[in-house]
């Protein structure tokens, strides 16, 4: 059984590089924005001829935010390969790190069930990571490196384990701040449960023990809780309203966000979700009788907490849209293996439904290929535009189809928008300055834009650059900045959005400053260069 489980593990494996390195392009929605930032990152730690042309536009933060793991790291590989590479490697390093945390931990709390480590694969490829959630994606990676470094702490304490687990605590926090408070509260409960478990109904060493291993998870925790405190105060407080979303239990029964970019997904997705809460609560209903205390209830524990926060916290804090319902069913359904794992009594049970799991995951990945392949296809077309753009050049990307169209109009991607960003990929190969760079606006990650030349301040209006469709008012961009958009590159346009009156301002701008120096052979991608100056 165990050389079974391990030849699958490896066709597991296999099939999820296979995800990334198949199609030439592996396109995601903010994908493209965090290598074209670590792309300029990369360039002004080189102190190269193009830091005078980049540091008009952007200036560079030091203070040590959450959200900066992705655009430091994809940096650093741009020393060594290309920018596409350098995704293709950081996505494959992302992989290894989900896959090879999430097998350790689920073997470690294992109770027999060897087949049921089959179920991870499900998780690699959420809807966040097709969306470009980089530091998200990876933040859960390592979360499962976080709580398997503290099991190993518990069990025995050394130093060695300590200074392990204080680096994946570290990456956890500068990746993300929802990941690192999972982290935090999971080690928590996991004290909680190994001082009930070990205490024998001896109140007393129970006691003794929690206030002893919580004061030194708090050591470990206490730099990144004042980091966290600060960064929060920065952003003007957490601003929660706490409200019920009892509709999300649905969306939850469905693993609504593990389908990735096709709408074709959702049947296999469904299934997988059906049997992961079937097998939850047969296990619940197994230990009716006899539950007692297990050391790895903190699971259970973390599990209730992920609900609480999956079913009331609203869509926005922090100032800002954070999508808890996508971010926070995953950490849900997570858990739900996790307690199965060490859980579970009825083998037979359980490595039937891993196996019915891992077949869900080989059927979405055929899906998800084929899709991507279809994706990188339109790339190709799209990025066509950038051998015609001049250097040391400003652009504006006017995206109609987020989702992309084929030459037939076909929509590609209909369960994602991958090609959000996907114009910042012409900015890997020559200094250029892409408008729709959002990072630079959020003010937590390495580059922010200037302020007097923001396009998000001062371009961006009414459904905004990033809109469907897009609008924006250049002459006046250029006059409030001096600022001069050299090119406009349209992505899948046609003459049914002039139906809107924004963007048809916008499109006669165009029309009478502008003119069209390349068409794509499908009719998708059309680039517009500046009139010259008579």
């Given at each position: 059984m165990q050389k079974t489980t391990n030849y699958l593990l490896f066709i597991g494996f296999a099939m999820c590089l296979l995800q990334v390195w198949w199609p030439e392009y592996y396109i995601t929605g903010d994908g493209p924005c965090h290598v074209y930032n670590a792309q300029i990152l990369h360039d002004l730690w080189s102190y190269n001829k193009d830091t005078d042309f980049y540091l008009h536009f952007y200036k560079l933060l030091y203070q040590p935010n959450p959200n900066w793991l992705s655009?430091?790291?994809?940096?650093?590989?741009?020393?060594?390969?290309?920018?596409?590479?350098?995704?293709?490697?950081?996505?494959?390093?992302?992989?290894?790190?989900?896959?090879?945390?999430?097998?350790?931990?689920?073997?470690?709390?294992?109770?027999?069930?060897?087949?049921?480590?089959?179920?991870?694969?499900?998780?690699?490829?959420?809807?966040?990571?097709?969306?470009?959630?980089?530091?998200?994606?990876?933040?859960?990676?390592?979360?499962?490196?976080v709580v398997w470094s503290w099991l190993r702490f518990l069990e025995k304490k050394s130093v060695t384990n300590g200074i392990i687990f204080f680096l994946f605590i570290a990456l956890v926090f500068f990746t993300h701040l929802l990941s690192f408070g999972f982290a935090a509260f999971t080690c928590a409960a996991l004290v909680l449960s190994y001082g009930i478990a070990g205490s024998q109904g001896d109140k007393k060493f129970a006691a003794g023990y929690c206030v002893k291993h919580l004061g030194?998870?708090?050591?470990?925790?206490?730099?990144?809780?004042?980091?966290?405190?600060?960064?929060?105060?920065?952003?003007?407080?957490?601003?929660?309203?706490?409200?019920?979303?009892?509709?999300?239990?649905?969306?939850?029964?469905?693993?609504?966000?593990?389908?990735?970019?096709?709408?074709?997904?959702?049947m296999f997705v469904l299934c997988a979700g059906i049997t992961l809460l079937s097998v939850f609560f047969i296990t619940l209903l197994k230990m009716k009788g006899r539950w007692g205390v297990s050391k790895y209830d903190g699971f259970l524990i973390s599990l209730l907490f992920a609900v609480f926060i999956y079913?009331?916290?609203?869509?926005?804090?922090?100032?800002?849209?954070?999508?808890?319902?996508?971010?926070?069913?995953?950490?849900?359904?997570?858990?739900?293996?996790?307690?199965?794992?060490?859980?579970?009594?009825?083998?037979?049970?359980?490595?039937?439904?891993?196996?019915?799991?891992?077949?869900?995951?080989?059927?979405?990945?055929?899906?998800?290929?084929?899709?991507?392949?279809?994706?990188?296809?339109?790339?190709?077309?799209?990025?066509?535009?950038?051998?015609?753009?001049?250097?040391?050049?400003?652009?504006?990307?006017?995206?109609?189809?987020?989702?992309?169209?084929?030459?037939?109009?076909?929509?590609?991607?209909?369960?994602?928008?991958?090609?959000?960003?996907a114009s910042e990929y012409m900015g890997l190969k020559k200094p250029l300055i892409i408008l729709d760079n959002y990072e630079a606006n959020m003010g937590y990650f390495p580059l922010r834009w200037n302020a007097g030349i923001n396009p998000y301040d001062h371009l961006s209006k009414e459904e905004g650059i990033e809109g469907i469709p897009p609008y924006a008012t250049i002459w006046k961009y250029k006059q409030e900045t001096g600022v001069t958009i050299d090119y406009i590159v349209m992505w899948c346009y046609n003459k049914s959005f002039l139906q809107n009156e924004h963007f048809r301002a916008l499109y006669t701008e165009i029309n009478e400053q502008y003119h069209i120096i390349y068409s794509s052979s499908t009719g998708r991608t059309i680039l517009y260069a500046l009139n010259k100056q008579p």
């Open positions: 655009t430091i790291i994809l940096a650093l590989l741009l020393f060594v390969v290309n920018g596409i590479i350098a995704e293709k490697i950081f996505l494959t390093l992302y992989v290894m790190l989900f896959v090879s945390g999430f097998y350790l931990l689920l073997r470690r709390i294992n109770n027999g069930n060897s087949n049921w480590v089959l179920v991870l694969f499900i998780f690699v490829f959420p809807h966040v990571l097709a969306k470009g959630f980089y530091n998200f994606s990876f933040s859960i990676a390592f979360f499962f490196w030194i998870l708090a050591l470990f925790l206490a730099p990144f809780i004042i980091l966290m405190g600060w960064f929060t105060e920065k952003e003007g407080g957490l601003q929660i309203t706490l409200h019920h979303h009892f509709y999300r239990l649905v969306e939850l029964v469905q693993l609504k966000y593990l389908m990735n970019v096709s709408q074709r997904e959702n079913l009331f916290f609203p869509e926005s804090f922090l100032g800002r849209l954070i999508l808890i319902n996508m971010r926070a069913e995953l950490f849900v359904a997570i858990l739900l293996s996790c307690c199965i794992t060490y859980r579970s009594q009825n083998v037979r049970i359980i490595n039937v439904c891993a196996i019915v799991i891992y077949s869900c995951f080989i059927c979405l990945t055929v899906i998800r290929v084929q899709c991507m392949l279809r994706v990188s296809a339109g790339a190709v077309d799209y990025l066509s535009a950038e051998k015609y753009i001049n250097p040391y050049s400003v652009v504006l990307p006017l995206d109609f189809s987020p989702s992309g169209n084929d030459e037939h109009g076909n929509i590609i991607a209909d369960g994602n928008f991958v090609y959000s960003h």
